[in-house]
């Protein structure tokens, strides 16, 4: 099934669109996927939610900060240096809100992306540079 089917045969009566709002989202609402390289792309709800049920038994998040942005991560992709912990690899931005878990919207995005990159670290290994992300 289509989320939406446009009819358009000249007639009043029943031309239009059908729509299932089930499938439409609004485009600047959902939860943020961001890499430790800067890569990111927003996700629907539906998918932040599918990809946390999946990681569910692995899954670690921090708040970001002192901002309402929830960090979840895949626990396995977490590391440790000394004493500090360290996550490379791409993790999910929420909203923390009173009510729990919250999807993102409108300039959430931006902010989310700028809390995220800024806890950002350069490392080095065995000749190679990589971005992780410096957990609290």
Same mark, same amino acid.
């Given at each position: 099934?289509?989320?939406?089917?446009?009819t358009?045969k000249?007639?009043?009566?029943?031309?239009? #669109? *059908?729509?299932h709002?089930? =499938? $439409?989202? %609004?485009?600047?609402?959902?939860?943020?996927?961001? +890499?430790?390289?800067?890569?990111?792309?927003?996700?629907?709800?539906?998918?932040?939610?599918?990809?946390?049920?999946?990681?569910?038994?692995?899954?670690q998040?921090?708040?970001?900060?002192?901002?309402?942005?929830? #960090? *979840?991560?895949?626990?396995? =992709? $977490?590391? %440790?240096?000394?004493?500090?912990?360290?996550?490379? +690899?791409?993790?999910?931005?929420?909203?923390?809100?009173?009510?729990?878990i919250?999807?993102?919207?409108?300039?959430?995005?931006?902010?989310?992306?700028?809390?995220?990159?800024?806890?950002?670290?350069?490392?080095?290994?065995?000749?190679?540079?990589?971005s992780?992300?410096?957990?609290?």
């Amino acid at each position: 099934m289509k989320t939406i089917e446009v009819t358009i045969k000249l007639d009043p009566i029943n031309d239009g #669109a *059908v729509i299932h709002p089930d =499938k $439409i989202r %609004k485009k600047e609402e959902g939860a943020l996927v961001i +890499g430790t390289n800067g890569d990111s792309k927003i996700i629907s709800e539906d998918e932040a939610v599918q990809i946390m049920d999946y990681l569910s038994g692995d899954l670690q998040g921090e708040c970001m900060g002192k901002s309402h942005f929830l #960090a *979840v991560f895949n626990a396995e =992709k $977490i590391f %440790k240096i000394g004493t500090r912990e360290y996550f490379v +690899g791409s993790a999910i931005i929420v909203k923390n809100t009173k009510d729990g878990i919250g999807m993102l919207a409108d300039d959430d995005f931006e902010k989310a992306k700028k809390e995220f990159t800024g806890r950002l670290i350069k490392l080095v290994g065995d000749g190679q540079e990589f971005s992780a992300y410096e957990l609290a």
